[in-house]
Structure formats: structure tokens, C-alpha cells
């Protein structure tokens, strides 16, 4: 039981050191992200490209309703 306990112990000290000095640690110290994958974010989740886009349409006459052609 004594060799559980200490098992569980073990794991927990790991789990911390690894929070408190691992890799994501380091960037943050240095300046970087703060632990946040550097993934790419495509254009339509992009806030920034949204409202240049949203500002282009609201700029031409008459683009804001597509036409239909049925009618």
C-alpha cells in the first residue's frame, strides 16, 4: 500500500515539474505564445480578414444581394 501511495506521489511531483519547467514553460518565458500551438488559422476563421472582406462588400453598390436568376 505504502508503495502506491509513493507511486501516486511520484506522478503527481512529475505532473507539476513538467508544468512548472517544461517545454511550454520555457516559451513563455522567452516570450512566445504561451503554450498555444502555433497552428495556421485559414481565412474564415481569421476575425481580421472577415472585417476586410465584410469592409470590401460594404463598399461596392449593389453587391450586397446576390442576384437570382429564376426571376
Do not use: H
Amino acid at each position: 500500500m505504502i508503495y502506491l501511495l509513493a507511486l501516486i506521489g511520484l506522478v503527481t511531483l512529475a505532473v507539476l515539474f513538467w508544468k512548472a519547467f517544461g517545454p511550454a514553460a520555457t516559451t513563455a518565458a522567452k516570450g512566445g505564445n504561451g503554450g498555444r500551438s502555433s497552428r495556421v488559422v485559414g481565412p474564415d476563421d481569421d476575425p481580421e480578414f472577415l472585417w476586410r472582406v465584410d469592409r470590401e462588400n460594404r463598399r461596392r453598390p449593389g453587391s450586397d444581394t446576390p442576384t437570382d436568376p429564376e426571376s
